[in-house]
Antibody, heavy 119, light 110 residues
Framework: QVQLQESGPGLVKPSETLSLTCAVS??????????WGWIRQPPGKGLEWIGG???????YYKSSLKNRVTISADTSKNEFSLKLTSVTAADAAVYYC???????????WGQGTLVTVSS | QSVLTQPPSASGTPGQRVTISCSGS????????VYWYQQLPGTAPRLVIY???ERPSGVPDRFSGSKSGTSASLAISGPRSEDEANYYC???????????FGGGTKLTVL
């Protein structure tokens, strides 16, 4: 069973870069069976897909975030990462990493990590 | 404003069948699979229905999904107190080239 664990700063200053990492266990980033994604959820609100990366390294981003987002994978560490630049208060959310056998769904999720944006 | 439209709330008793609707368009539900996630308070979402009507291992058979045209539904037959949660529908959207979610429906078991 795949397990995911997010890590990174819980507090980011406005205009700075949010960086999170998702450690993968019980599965391999290079496995042809999985896609790896990031989803966020502002406090009290719904889910928002940020983007994902395939086992071939192809990346997919939500268009409204595309200019600020980078998702990358480090197969040697079996982890993948999210970078979101120029953050504002609107980027404050619980950030989840997740994986599924196709890009459009997720059957394993991390527990989520809360990111606050404040000076 | 979510791309997929869900009612904000739903309720039912253990003896009832509760359904949650999800309305989309031809670029998402109309041409793609629909997925449903359950999110208990303070926890990560959990996939309960995939590919319109399939249940992952471990999901009780009281959960079922259906799709017709540009709409989909999640049904819970005889909901239990442990089913009280927010439920989200999701699908790939070909126009947006993105996964889109519904706004979520809070289920209350009376």
């Amino acid at each position: 069973q795949v397990q995911l664990q997010e890590s990174g700063p819980g507090l980011v200053k406005p205009s700075e870069t949010l960086s999170l990492t998702c450690a993968v266990s019980g599965g391999s980033l290079s496995s042809s069976h999985y896609y790896w994604g990031w989803i966020r959820q502002p406090p009290g609100k719904g889910l928002e897909w940020i983007g994902g990366i395939s086992y071939t390294g192809n990346t997919y981003y939500k268009s409204s975030l595309k200019n600020r987002v980078t998702i990358s994978a480090d197969t040697s560490k079996n982890e993948f990462s999210l970078k979101l630049t120029s953050v504002t208060a609107a980027d404050a959310a619980v950030y989840y990493c997740a994986t599924g056998q196709h890009l459009d769904y997720f059957d394993y999720w991390g527990q989520g990590t809360l990111v606050t944006v404040s000076s | 404003q979510s791309v997929l439209t869900q009612p904000p709330s739903a309720s039912g008793t253990p003896g009832q069948r509760v359904t949650i609707s999800c309305s989309g368009s031809s670029s998402n539900i109309g041409s793609r699979y629909v997925y449903w996630y359950q999110q208990l308070p303070g926890t990560a979402p959990r996939l309960v229905i995939y590919r319109n009507n399939e249940r992952p291992s471990g999901v009780p058979d009281r959960f079922s999904g259906s799709k017709s045209g540009t709409s989909a539904s999640l049904a819970i037959s005889g909901p239990r107190s442990e089913d009280e949660a927010n439920y989200y529908c999701a699908a790939w959207d070909d126009s947006l080239s993105a996964v889109v979610f519904g706004g979520g429906t809070k289920l209350t078991v009376l």
